[in-house]
């Protein structure tokens, strides 16, 4: 193996080791499940649904119609 690629590997794995243990705590995991649920949709959708149609120009309407 390359020297910097090992290096690299020496740098990257103590990293991953701590992110692993770190995911096995549930407020961790619930974070998470959080942040990916709001990016699936869920926080673009309310945000569309409380902006005033008048300050959208009618966007929000072809937005939602064209996600669904």
Same mark, same amino acid.
């Given at each position: 193996?390359?020297?910097?690629? +090992? @290096? /690299?590997?020496? &740098? ?16 961790? +995991? @619930? /974070?998470?499940? &959080? ?34």
């Amino acid at each position: 193996m390359r020297p910097w690629l +090992q @290096r /690299l590997n020496e &740098i990257e794995a103590p990293i991953c080791r701590a992110w692993n243990q770190a995911l096995r705590h549930d407020k961790v +995991q @619930r /974070l998470f499940a &959080i942040v990916s649920r709001l990016g699936d949709g869920v926080f673009w959708y309310s945000l569309i649904a409380v902006m005033p149609p008048w300050s959208t120009g009618g966007t929000d309407c072809m937005l939602a119609c064209t996600c669904c």
